[in-house]
């Protein structure tokens, strides 16, 4: 078994080195799809006055240095939970240009989604994205896993800001050169965030291989390269085996005070996976999709009592940000793809609009709509 994992990553990382870094023309019935949600018309602008009237800033300034940062748990022991406010602060230094384009990346791209003030706002994300493809941004091989990790957390927010504004049905071309730019530089991204994650052993895989995972699926889509989906869809499925016959995420469990909230993080990325798995007739396993299930009402009953992770871990639950828009705006596809439940009601409630930077901004626009997923998937019961 081994040796045919071994075997496939082996094909499958030739594949990424040898293949085109520029998205394949193909038969549109052969392409990788979104959900359905991501296709809707962009609401009309306010007319070319408005446009003209625009400021689009300036771009931060592209991150090509190494991607050598300190982590916000540096300091703390071996389950990572505790935060040391002093490296907290020199990580966000280190990494202000990065955050802002990934911010400010998925605020343009609401805003032309939204018509504000229309294409203007597309043009200017266009052009920041040009200006970090073209100086070669997040490529570095000088990297520790603190940096890894922003690699491939920034990946997924710039490609689902991209795939906002080029995917729409009335969205006009982007200009071929500036999309080859992009997307070229976006092969090159993904491909070293492949790299990064590939070849984990068991017992390190966690919420980071899930992130990288949704990172080159989306990417995947934005390229149609289904060798990057194939790898993407791959991290699923070793995802979803790591949940146990309770619903828990094991290496998740040694974050301790935050288990529950490091559980709820790695859902994030399964259930974007998941969907964008089923949105292109790749339905998950029986098996798999129980586990998610279980994974995921689990976690959110123990949103309003967390005895389980406390009787779990031995510790009390750290929730500080758990009950926001943003840490469960996963709702939003999970509903659209899976069983829905008297559980997620007081949240979608009080939380909509959801939205999530990393996962690519308002998910509620995308799957709370009256259009339906591309998959259909069979009905399964909840577990309970």
């Not at 296709?39 to 240095?65: A, H, Q, W």
């Not at 300091?75 to 911010?103: F, P, V």
């Not at 689902?160 to 999309?179: D, G, H, T, W």
Request: hydrophobic share 35%; aromatic share 10%.
């Amino acid at each position: 078994m081994k040796t045919k994992r071994l075997l496939w990553i082996s094909t499958a990382m030739m594949a990424l080195t040898l293949g085109s870094y520029a998205a394949t023309k193909l038969d549109t019935d052969t392409m990788l799809k979104a959900p359905n949600g991501y296709y809707l018309p962009v609401t009309e602008g306010k007319g070319k006055d408005e446009n003209s009237r625009y400021t689009c800033e300036m771009p931060p300034t592209p991150y090509t240095g190494p991607l050598q940062f300190t982590s916000k748990y540096e300091g703390s022991d071996s389950s990572r939970d505790e935060l040391s406010a002093d490296a907290e602060s020199r990580y966000q230094e280190a990494t202000s240009d990065i955050t802002h384009l990934e911010k400010s990346s998925v605020q343009l791209a609401e805003d032309y989604l939204q018509g504000k003030p229309g294409i203007a706002s597309r043009h200017c994300l266009i052009s920041w994205l040009e200006t970090w493809a073209q100086a070669g941004a997040l490529l570095s091989d000088d990297h520790n896993h603190t940096g890894k990790s922003v690699r491939k957390w920034a990946l997924g927010t710039v490609a689902s800001s991209y795939f906002l504004v080029k995917a729409p049905e009335n969205a006009p071309e982007i200009e071929a050169k500036k999309r080859k730019t992009i997307e070229d530089w976006l092969a090159q991204v993904a491909q070293k965030v492949v790299i990064d994650w590939s070849n984990r052993p068991e017992s390190k895989r966690n919420n980071h291989d899930y992130w990288a995972a949704w990172s080159v699926m989306i990417t995947s889509v934005v390229l149609n390269r289904q060798d990057l989906f194939d790898w993407a869809n791959n991290g699923l499925s070793e995802g979803l085996a790591q949940v146990d016959s309770e619903g828990f995420l094991p290496n998740e469990l040694k974050r301790s005070t935050r288990a529950l909230s490091y559980h709820n993080y790695a859902i994030q990325p399964l259930v974007m996976l998941s969907a964008f798995s089923e949105a292109n007739h790749n339905e998950l396993k029986t098996s798999e999709r129980l586990a998610l299930i279980k994974l995921v009402t689990l976690t959110v009953k123990s949103l309003a009592n967390p005895a389980p992770f406390e009787q779990k871990t031995g510790e009390a639950q750290v929730t500080d940000g758990l009950l926001t828009s943003y840490a469960l705006s996963w709702m939003e596809p999970y509903v659209k793809y899976f069983p829905e439940s008297e559980l997620f009601s007081p949240y979608f409630e009080a939380l909509r609009p959801m939205k999530t930077t990393r996962l690519g901004g308002n998910l509620t626009r995308i799957f709370n709509t009256s259009v339906s997923a591309l998959a259909a998937p069979p009905a399964y019961t909840e577990v309970k």
